[in-house]
């Protein structure tokens, strides 16, 4: 058995502080996401202990980079990975007052109080004697790095790797890296993309509209059981204005039959469904988890339109599928929505910073051309293809779909697109590119 799920075993579902620490074990071990640990909380777990669990979660994420170096200067050995996040967790809490005397003391002593139920009284000890400096290394205020500063020095402050500092340095410059790296350091607010947008209220007082995307608001804090209310009601769905720009190119109309891409969990799905009122919307993704997310928000579509579920493989036997299920094996709209580096939606998803390494801009660029080739062999002569992403990294996006053009010599042209930047709108980043067939397909030898 693991030493997270040992853990797991022996931690009150009610207390949010030693649930983060065994989240974390999971997270930093098994390396599961963060939005896939949120998602695996019991469902017992009252809503304030849940809104606890990921204020601490994503928070000590958020900064443990700078917890990282305190930590590495005070311990010549790791501890085991329980009691390192544990200390992680304490290390959040001391930055959250740093050199308040108090608050450093009720952390201490609920630190060494948790690491001996959760494992020992000897890592206790450890704990404590470590904490204590923890605490006062935390304390010291750091200043904020100029332009002259090494990438060593940003990485403390602002909490990434340096790796990708340098990276953003290469593509956006130092004074936009800079943007970046704060808006990544302040907390994601929840937005809501109002279903209806003809009827999306004006404002309400807990909700604020997100300039220049008419039916999305930013939820203020505080609110989270007009929240729950208001989900209940099925009138929104919680996605970042950012997605609007792929369904915006593709421009779903009523009574379309169009294809989703790797579609789960569904959200851009429903959005399509929304705009159309009347259709039918294919929505293709691998078996697997995301799934059943897929299926839920399928049946979520307006009356009007038709949603089916398919798991299968985009560039293993899909057209095998499309038939099976009686299905079209072109369509006048595709979205293909790839996997990505995540790059844009950093704020959000405050773990890929350190789930990311150099190779996986190179590995994700080469599976995106891989996809958005077979995605076209499912256009129909004259039909449009979208191709998204939420990366802002340059790797992933231009380049992509110039290549795409190349290898097509001629299939499709591009006709528009758009590039959302986190720092310049305040929300999260995202690309979409539109591509029109010109060309019937050849035949393929794909199934």
């Keep these: 058995m693991s030493e997270s799920r040992a853990s797991s075993e022996s931690v009150n579902p009610s207390d949010a502080w030693s649930t983060t620490v065994r989240l974390l074990v999971r997270w930093s071990e098994e390396e599961e996401r963060a939005d896939w640990l949120l998602d695996s909380l019991p469902h017992e777990l009252s809503g304030g202990e849940r809104a606890r669990v990921q204020a601490l979660l994503l928070g000590t994420l958020r900064q443990l980079g700078r917890i990282e170096v305190a930590l590495d200067a005070l311990v010549t050995r790791p501890p085991r990975a329980l009691v390192r996040a544990a200390l992680w967790v304490a290390g959040f809490e001391f930055l959250s007052q740093p050199g308040d005397e108090g608050q450093t003391a009720k952390v201490c002593h609920h630190l060494v109080d948790q690491v001996r139920r959760l494992a020992s009284s000897k890592e206790a000890a450890f704990a404590n004697a470590v904490g204590r400096k923890l605490a006062l290394s935390l304390a010291q205020p750091l200043a904020e790095p100029d332009e002259s500063a090494s990438v060593e020095e940003w990485a403390k402050y602002y909490s990434h790797p340096?790796?990708?500092?340098?990276?953003?340095?290469?593509?956006?410059?130092?004074?936009?890296?800079?943007?970046?790296?704060?808006?990544?350091?302040?907390?994601?607010?929840?937005?809501?993309?109002?279903?209806?947008?003809?009827?999306?209220?004006?404002?309400?007082?807990?909700?604020?509209?997100?300039?220049?995307a008419a039916g999305f608001f930013a939820v203020a804090k505080g609110h989270g059981r007009e929240l729950l209310d208001l989900i209940s009601t099925d009138a929104v769905h919680v996605q970042d204005a950012a997605t609007r720009h792929a369904i915006d190119l593709l421009n779903p109309q009523p009574g379309e039959t169009l294809l989703d891409l790797c579609a789960a969990p569904g959200g851009k799905s429903l959005a399509m469904g929304d705009r159309m009122k009347s259709g039918k919307i294919v929505a293709v993704d691998l078996e697997g988890r995301r799934q059943s997310r897929l299926q839920e928000n399928l049946r979520r579509l307006p009356n009007g339109v038709e949603g089916v579920a398919v798991a299968a493989h985009l560039q293993r036997g899909l057209g095998r599928f499309l038939s099976g299920r009686n299905l079209p094996q072109t369509y006048a709209g595709v979205l293909l929505d790839v996997p990505?580096?995540?790059?844009?939606?950093?704020?959000?998803?405050?773990?890929?910073?350190?789930?990311?390494?150099?190779?996986?801009?190179?590995?994700?660029?080469?599976?995106?051309?891989?996809?958005?080739?077979?995605?076209?062999?499912?256009?129909?002569?004259?039909?449009?293809?979208?191709?998204?992403?939420?990366?802002?990294?340059?790797?992933?996006?231009?380049?992509?779909?110039?290549?795409?053009?190349r290898r097509e010599r001629g299939a499709f042209e591009l006709e528009d697109s758009v590039v959302s930047l986190p720092w310049a709108t305040g929300h999260d980043g995202a690309a979409a590119f539109r591509l029109r067939r010109l060309r019937a397909p050849k035949q393929s030898s794909r199934r």
């Design 162 to 212: 340096d790796w990708f500092i340098a990276r953003a340095w290469d593509q956006w410059g130092k004074p936009t890296t800079r943007q970046w790296l704060e808006l990544n350091q302040s907390e994601a607010p929840v937005v809501l993309r109002w279903r209806d947008a003809d009827n999306a209220p004006e404002s309400l007082d807990w909700l604020t509209p997100v300039a220049g």
């Design 340 to 405: 990505c580096s995540n790059t844009g939606v950093m704020r959000h998803r405050v773990d890929v910073r350190w789930r990311l390494d150099l190779g996986s801009f190179r590995r994700h660029a080469r599976q995106q051309l891989d996809l958005l080739l077979a995605a076209a062999e499912r256009v129909a002569p004259g039909g449009r293809l979208v191709y998204s992403t939420c990366s802002v990294d340059r790797e992933e996006n231009e380049p992509i779909v110039n290549a795409f053009l």
